[in-house]
């Protein structure tokens, strides 16, 4: 059974419906038509995805309820601050978070420069704190399934880019259907990130049998396809898919440009807008060290990010690829992540942030820093073993050689240990469906 636990439908306003987690209640779309005060559900991402006979839900809840409270407590241990050891111009700017005051730029900058081993500490602790204090100690956890590392584009630090050589695979629809029935049935997940290179073999028609099959198994389906035109997206919501994964990379041209030949920053920015129109539950963010990179473009970065009112962020480090232009590149440090992921709850404090699963490879102990940093979203990769390990979009990636069941049960052990609950994490601005649409 992967994180997650069943919530009673407490109200219905309309496509909003009000869930209830032990007394704490939280909003969701409600995307499924035979839905009904009472009902026993699971949500994900802010979405209803399926509901759960009574029974069952009562025996799961019963399990739940005390481990539930002894999570809640552990949490709030770790979300304690020592502001003691920060020095004054570092305290007046995290003060100003604790009072929900709006950073500068400067401001900012000022917490990217830190450099003390303590005045970090504290800065993460806070961070941790605010994440604590607008989410309580809700965790969600997605599975990805990396269905083919073709990819049609060439950027300079992707190890599945068009020049690379590489063995290269395509899962065929019946296979990913597969793996998602699997990780459903088996494992227990209920949001799937179907995630790929830009393979344009996979035409709509397959990508819409793709999402519509794997929808009906009661999961948040989340895309991750890259550069698609608004038709094919608009297709793939209208089959059931309700959430999508597209980061812009940076805000900065130019950097933009040497490093993703025949790409453009602005139509990519201009689809990320698009598609939160469209009513999909949007994913974004950048990557993090691109050679030439400033803590100023870094705040650039932040704010386009913020500016596209996401409702996750996804930030992972720059690891090049062997064979890759940027290949031999300095090595991001761990703490410029934490960093981003801390001046981000600060500058969204009801964001949901993701851990990347880069950040495993670049220190093993990431992922528990990252948590504790701001961060309250995870992905395991659930990829068949024998095709995870050739998509090498960066080398030696952390999780290639672990069975399914190791990932599951590593991850939920570090959740249990940070007091992280399993109840879903509700999208900070829940979705409308457009007008006319029917639920599900």
Known sequence: MCYAIPAKLVAIDGQTGTIDYFGE????????????????????????????????????????????FELKKTDAALSKIDQNKLSSNALAVLQKVNLRKSLTPDEMLSLFNLQDEQELKVLYEIANNVRQREHGNSSCIHGVIEFSNYCSNNCHYCGIRKDQELPR?????????????????????????????????????????????????????????????????????????????????????????????????????????????????LATGFIVGFPGETNNDLIQNILLAKYLAPDMYSFGPLIPASNTPLFGSP?????????????????????????????????????????????????????????????????????VTKEIKQSIQETVKMLYELGRAPTDIAAHAVKTRPSGQARG
């Open 25 to 68: 209640k939280r909003q969701i779309l409600l995307d499924l038509d035979d839905v009904a005060v009472g009902d026993y559900v699971y949500a994900q991402g802010g979405v209803l995805v399926r509901k759960i006979p009574p029974k069952e839900a009562e025996e799961i809840l019963e399990h739940w309820q005390t481990i539930f």
């Open 169 to 281: 695979y395509r899962m065929s629809i019946e296979e990913i259907i597969s793996a998602a029935k699997e990780a459903v049935d088996e494992y227990g997940f209920k949001a799937l990130v179907l995630q790929s290179g830009e393979d344009f073999w996979y035409d709509d028609a397959k990508l819409i049998t793709m999402v519509r099959e794997i929808r009906k198994m009661g999961v948040l389906v989340f895309v991750s396809l890259g550069l698609r035109s608004k038709g094919t997206y608009q297709k793939l919501y209208d089959a059931g898919a309700r959430a999508v994964l597209l980061r812009f990379e940076t805000s900065n041209k130019d950097i933009f440009a040497k490093l993703r030949p025949g790409t453009n920053l602005a139509d990519r920015v201009q689809l990320i807008k698009a598609l939160k129109a469209m009513g999909y539950v």
């Open 331 to 399: 090595k991001v440090s761990k703490d410029l992540i934490l960093k981003t992921i801390a001046v981000m709850r600060f500058i969204d404090s009801n964001s949901n942030i993701l851990v990347t699963t880069a950040l495993e490879t670049l220190d093993r102990n990431a992922k528990q820093e990252a948590l504790l940093a701001g961060a309250n979203s995870m992905m395991i990769n659930i990829t068949p073993k024998h095709y995870k390990e050739l998509y090498k979009i960066y080398d030696d990636k952390a999780d």
